[in-house]
C-alpha cells in the first residue's frame, strides 16, 4: 500500500499546507544555508552555463510532472465515467425490478436487489476507501443473478422484461467489475523515485545560481519548491480515487434507495388517513 494512500488521511487543506511547508522550507531553508557555507566564486563566472544547466533540468522535471498529472487524471476521469455508467446500469435494473407486472415476483426481487444495494453503500465504498476488498457484497451480487434466473415469466411480454432485466445486470457486473479493479491503480512506487530526486536535482540548481540579492534568491527558490508542491498534492490527491474526504461516493446507489422511501411515503400517508 502506497505512503500516498495514508496521506489522503489527512484533511487535504492541511495536507496541501503540508506539503507546500516542506517545499518551501527546503528550498529557502536549503538555499540560506547553501549561500552561508559554501562559497564558490566560480559561480560568477559560471553563472551562464549554470543557468543554461538548470533551465535544461527544470524543463525536462516538468514534463516529468506534467507527465504524472496527465497519468493520474486521466485514471480518474476512467475510474469516473466507470462509476456513472454503472450507476445508470443500477438505476435502469431497479426501474425494471419495480415495475415488472408480476408484483410477487417483483417484490422478492426487489428485496434481494436492495440488499445488494445495501451492501455496496455501506460496506463495498467505505472499504474501497482503505483499500480493502469486501465479501459480503459480490455474495449479494450473486443472489441478485441467482434470484433472476430463478423468475417465472408468464407470457411473451414478461420474457422480453426479463430479457432487459439481464442487460441491465450483465451491464452493472461489468462497470461494477472494472470499479473494483480500478481501486489498484496508483502511480507506481518506483515512479516516484525521478519525482523526488528530479525535484532535489532542480531546487539545488536552482542553489548554484549566482544571485547578488541573497533575499531575493532564497525568496525565489522557496517560491520554487511551494510550485513543486503544488504538483505533488495534485498527484497525491487524484492517486486514489475512493480515498479521502474527496474520495468517489456511490451517489447513484443512495439515490435508489432515496426512490424507494418516495414510492412508499403515499402508502404511508393513505395508511394515516
Not at 538548470?54 to 486521466?74: D, E, M, N, P, T
Not at 461494477?176 to 525535484?199: D, H, K, Q, Y
Request: charged fraction near 20%; aromatic fraction near 14%.
Amino acid at each position: 500500500m502506497a505512503i500516498t494512500f495514508y496521506l489522503l488521511q489527512i484533511s487535504p487543506f492541511f495536507l496541501f499546507f503540508l506539503i507546500i511547508t516542506i517545499g518551501a522550507v527546503f528550498g529557502g531553508l536549503g538555499t540560506f544555508l547553501f549561500r552561508k557555507n559554501i562559497k564558490l566564486k566560480i559561480l560568477r563566472s559560471h553563472n551562464e552555463v549554470t543557468g543554461f544547466l538548470f533551465l535544461a533540468i527544470a524543463g525536462f522535471y516538468s514534463l516529468l510532472l506534467s507527465f504524472s498529472v496527465f497519468v493520474v487524471w486521466g485514471q480518474l476521469n476512467e475510474t469516473l465515467g466507470n462509476v456513472s455508467k454503472e450507476g445508470s446500469s443500477a438505476m435502469g435494473l431497479y426501474r425494471d425490478i419495480k415495475f415488472y407486472p408480476d408484483t410477487v415476483e417483483s417484490k422478492r426481487l426487489m428485496i434481494v436487489y436492495l440488499d445488494f444495494v445495501f451492501n455496496v453503500i455501506d460496506e463495498e465504498f467505505p472499504n474501497m476507501g482503505r483499500m480493502k476488498i469486501n465479501r459480503k457484497t459480490p455474495e449479494a451480487f450473486n443472489h441478485v443473478f441467482y434470484t433472476m434466473e430463478h423468475l417465472n415469466p408468464k407470457n411473451q411480454f414478461q420474457i422480453q422484461l426479463v430479457a432487459e432485466m439481464f442487460n441491465h445486470l450483465n451491464e452493472l457486473a461489468t462497470y461494477r467489475g472494472l470499479r473494483t479493479t480500478s481501486m489498484e491503480s496508483e502511480i507506481p512506487r518506483p515512479m516516484w523515485l525521478p519525482m523526488i530526486f528530479g525535484a532535489l536535482i532542480t531546487l539545488i540548481c536552482s542553489m548554484l545560481l549566482d544571485i547578488e540579492h541573497k533575499r531575493i534568491h532564497i525568496a525565489l527558490n522557496a517560491l520554487m519548491g511551494i510550485f513543486i508542491g503544488m504538483f505533488f498534492f495534485i498527484i497525491i490527491l487524484l492517486d486514489h480515487p475512493y480515498t479521502g474526504s474527496l474520495g468517489i461516493k456511490p451517489k447513484s446507489y443512495k439515490q435508489i434507495f432515496t426512490m424507494e422511501q418516495w414510492a412508499k411515503e403515499p402508502q404511508s400517508k393513505d395508511a394515516i388517513k
